[in-house]
């Protein structure tokens, strides 16, 4: 037997037991005559000693150890007399009689320690050793209890997983995708899922009603910071449902998991903000609302008096950084220097300080008097001792520079814990969207998703204004999760395919067996797709999914710690019916 | 909203209530002023009655309706004057004064009911339809019940469930990889997991303790019946563990399935066959143990007689059927027919019919007299009224040719009841087998599978006699998992590595990283995996897996459903760096 209990498991209770314990070697402190080691396993340390009574055999087999040895340990359980409260086995230590070296270890290339000495590329090439480190496993442990809590949720709701194929079809359409020669079928491929959209939808038509999945996608996309070639949805459909219901039942879920998983009550409704308040109090589809610093568009208020940047643009808006009236020269300097770096693209930043004796002072003291700025103030609900920050351009950019902004504030004045957490809906996205390359519309969610009833008319007027049954789950900012109620009526799918520009014969050809499948008696269904590592790593409080993700690849897709991608044998190419286009340049 | 209640809901109780349903249609009776349609959703189906009372307007509408026409209907709940007790729901019917046609449908290729009239390739090709159908939904019901109930039992028992990933690296050994190419490391392929095993054992390195994943696993095989290219393992690694942690916890697994999923009690600990006992006793490593009919094997007794076919052969060895002494010339020609078949294999079949009189008769009376096959039957357990079966030659083919003919006698004499569960271990199993072809010792289970420890200086005298810590679970003859304890010593690895032929370089090739990972500490460690897909089939008391899989490929595998494999854009080879070799011969 390699244990009777766990590392973290024995309390001032079991004083007086022999146990048997098993883990690898955390640390080993000499202290003269008594030797204390640290002994760890994934459930916790627990502290071995050894005194003046131990044997000599004993003692010269503590003295071979090394950090990350395993071994096994009989002993008896003793109350500490320098009990460690930040342990939860600090109460106790094993006097021990028997030590058997399982295994011995090389000297790991980083500490496994919280705080390692270990660079990015060194864990993720040891990553097996980098798993060993707690907040690794926490993270790990925090997925794994996400992933049972959110069945536990689902099958209570009658919904069924059911596993869709991996091997399927290549279209091409969306992402790139990641294809699989068939080696039965020379010529031909696979292709592995985007996501198992095309699935769920089938299985509305026969029937299953509710279905969801934790599932494996697949994009062969030039990776950005962040991006996996390989992630995790939590993919759900239903049927029978309008945008209401889907939303009742994933914020259901959502609250669920708060509590469960995070142990966080939230007893009021979801906030729903619509794409467009979205976009014009926040610059984004996906709003941090764990703080306001909502915009105030002034294009109005500041036009017409003479500031020529202002009045040559589409669109002035700034956002009320409270209390930061006394930021310095030096200050106001750093965020201009923000605003105007590539990745935010502002032209320039202006400033007005309310300062607490009820002065102005702004950037643009030529242009505007103290009346103007008044004016802005109060429409921006700034309060002497706060600060204006505003920006001017084309709508868009604009909007998107200010979310920029509007981050940095929030983040400078400490307004985005990680702990604190501001889940939202954002409702009502536009149906299409217009590409200025192609000069044609593209879905904003895919080609299945089913206009607002009372948007119908706009088909023929402006279909550019059309909104969609579509909706995003967002967390601090995050988008978690987003869906809509699809199509399910064949002559408002042929008005929707004319919109994009897919002619009958492309439709056949890229969306035939759904289309076919759809004559058989559709019934009205919606669905919504998580990110599963995202919600993770938002759960966890980290910017990066990697770290929720037990074995990641890097940016340019390579898993460093097994070598892949590889060359693979000739042979294999052969019965495959390929050859690699230049074969002898490696 | 389309519904406040589903189709199998509704019960006595719920007379009087004003209800919303929607379905789809199964089927129309016009009984003159009365119709009676049946409405179906995944919960069951519920009567709708239009009678004397129905608007003309709505006498029009189902005038209109086809089967699987989808519908919303409103109406009253009222008692049934015949009610059917065969259906939950048929205590009531629903008087409709609403009825709203959501979507039509073409006439299915095939009916919609338990026993079809549609074919498999049909059925495959609109898989969709077929799903809706009762016995097919039923499958995937049981499946995701068994996906839900093995996750809270492991949780439960405190295994971690963590994904590794689908994107890794081909090794030239066991079967064929599927392989991916990669477009951002062009000529380098990613390959698609025959299992997670490195991985599960990396993660006992990283001392995650208790693994396991649900998880699809991919086998580039020429495809026999019912096997697939993807299929789904119940996958798991304990560490600090021996055999008998395994088992316990795994019978575990299985007696909480047994009981939360078919509702039956498994009080006894199963049975444990060792390997050796199985093919003497069974002449198969999953033997069906719902009934016995074990072999008997009486080469000592039937040799020197002067019978040449049984003194020149290595083996002889029958079973006993009870009460079958009747069995006619036809039916003996029958089953001499059977175990003369190609896939049986043997030469011939001699029967021994011990009469209810106690007299003998048998194909051999000319070298065996009375004497002679009374003291088989006596060896065999035989009472008047049985007959016994015998087969001779080679030792394996004859066993194995036996096991065929038990399990035809089982089918024959009603012993193999779908409904009744006998589940077992075999363990001992071999560590190595002999290649003949080859001339050397492959792995029986894998490289990593630990020898029993009392065998391991067999290792210089017999390797072919060791025998392993390795274990298969099987129920009524179907092997559902296997495992073994993992070899965790450099040492003793090695010394596997040598009896398999295994060159340093090529252990090094092949297991590196997982060879690197064992020098850092690694646990004792072992595991099994099951197949899913099979234990669901087995429980669902059907033999074919294809059943218990949404959208399963056919034999040569195709989606004749969505047509995959299929031709890729010229543009996505060259991205990836391809040429197909007979690009033009298609």
């Given at each position: 037997m390699y244990r009777t209990h766990t590392c973290g498991e024995l309390r001032i209770d079991n004083v007086g037991q022999e146990v048997i314990l098993s883990g690898w070697i955390q640390g080993v402190r000499n202290l003269g005559g008594m030797t204390f080691i640290t002994l760890r396993d994934r459930y916790g340390i627990t502290q071995l000693v050894f005194d003046e009574n131990t044997s000599d055999e004993l003692k010269e087999k503590t003295a071979q150890l090394g950090r990350e040895f395993v071994v096994k340990v009989g002993g008896k359980v003793i109350e500490r007399s320098s009990k460690n409260p930040k342990m939860p086995t600090g109460d106790i230590e094993i006097t021990v009689n028997n030590l058997e070296i399982l295994n011995k270890s090389e000297i790991p290339p980083f500490t496994i320690e919280d705080e390692t000495d270990g660079g990015d590329e060194l864990r993720m090439k040891y990553r097996y050793l980098d798993l060993r480190r707690n907040p690794v496993r926490a993270n790990l442990e925090l997925r794994h209890r996400m992933g049972q809590e959110i069945r536990k949720y689902l099958d209570g709701e009658k919904f069924m997983e059911i596993e869709t194929p991996y091997l399927i079809k290549s279209t091409p359409e969306g992402a790139r995708d990641f294809i699989v020669p068939s080696r039965m079928n020379p010529g031909e491929f696979y292709a592995l899922p985007q996501s198992p959209q095309t699935f769920k939808q089938l299985l509305m038509v026969s029937g299953f009603d509710r279905y969801f999945q934790i599932v494996k996608c697949f994009r062969d996309e030039d990776l950005r910071a962040d991006r996996q070639p390989e992630f995790t949805q939590i993919d759900c459909e239903m049927s029978f449902v309008e945008q209401e219901d889907i939303l009742t039942i994933f914020e259901g879920l959502a609250k669920y998991l708060f509590k469960e998983v995070k142990g966080l009550d939230f007893t009021e409704q979801f906030p729903r903000i619509s794409y467009e308040e979205a976009m014009n109090s926040y610059g984004s589809d996906k709003p941090d609302i764990r703080f306001g610093m909502k915009f105030s568009e002034i294009t109005k208020l500041a036009q017409g008096k003479g500031f020529k940047v202002f009045d040559s643009v589409e669109y002035i808006a700034?956002?009320?950084?409270?209390?930061?009236?006394?930021?310095?020269?030096?200050?106001?300097?750093?965020?201009?220097?923000?605003?105007?770096?590539?990745?935010?693209?502002?032209?320039?930043?202006?400033?007005?300080?309310?300062?607490?004796?009820?002065?102005?002072?702004?950037?643009?003291?030529?242009?505007?008097?103290?009346?103007?700025?008044?004016?802005?103030?109060?429409?921006?609900?700034?309060?002497?001792?706060?600060?204006?920050?505003?920006?001017?351009?084309?709508?868009?950019?604009?909007?998107?520079?200010?979310?920029?902004?509007?981050?940095?504030?929030?983040?400078?004045?400490?307004?985005?814990?990680?702990?604190?957490?501001?889940?939202?809906?954002?409702?009502?996205?536009?149906?299409?969207?217009?590409?200025?390359?192609?000069?044609?519309?593209?879905?904003?969610?895919?080609?299945?998703?089913?206009?607002?009833?009372?948007?119908?008319?706009?088909?023929?007027?402006?279909?550019?204004?059309?909104?969609?049954?579509?909706?995003?789950?967002?967390?601090?900012?995050?988008?978690?999760?987003?869906?809509?109620?699809?199509?399910?009526?064949?002559?408002?799918?042929?008005?929707?395919?004319?919109?994009?520009?897919?002619?009958?014969d492309e439709a056949e050809e890229k969306f035939g067996f759904l289309l076919d499948a759809f004559k058989f008696g559709a019934p009205p269904h919606g669905g919504i797709a998580f990110g599963f590592d995202r919600w993770c790593s938002v759960f966890g409080g980290s910017e990066s999914i990697r770290d929720f993700i037990a074995f990641p690849k890097n940016n340019s897709g390579r898993d460093v710690m097994i070598d892949s991608p590889s060359e693979v044998d000739a042979k294999q190419l052969e019965e495959l019916a390929l050859n690699l286009k230049k074969p002898d340049l490696k």
């Open positions: 700034g956002i009320n950084a409270q209390a930061c009236a006394t930021y310095t020269r030096k200050q106001l300097d750093a965020l201009t220097d923000f605003v105007k770096r590539p990745q935010v693209g502002a032209n320039g930043l202006v400033y007005v300080k309310y300062n607490e004796d009820g002065s102005f002072k702004s950037s643009v003291d030529k242009f505007f008097g103290a009346e103007d700025l008044q004016e802005w103030a109060n429409f921006m609900n700034a309060k002497p001792g706060d600060l204006l920050l505003i920006l001017a351009g084309g709508k868009d950019k604009t909007q998107s520079a200010l979310n920029d902004l509007r981050l940095e504030m929030g983040d400078r004045l400490g307004l985005r814990d990680k702990d604190t957490f501001a889940p939202c809906w954002v409702v009502d996205f536009p149906l299409l969207e217009w590409n200025e390359d192609e000069e044609r519309f593209f879905a904003k969610h895919h080609p299945f998703t089913s206009p607002k009833k009372e948007d119908l008319d706009l088909f023929e007027t402006d279909p550019g204004k059309m909104r969609a049954n579509a909706y995003d789950f967002v967390i601090n900012g995050v988008e978690i999760g987003g869906g809509s109620i699809r199509i399910f009526d064949a002559d408002l799918q042929k008005k929707m395919f004319a919109a994009l520009g897919i002619s009958k």
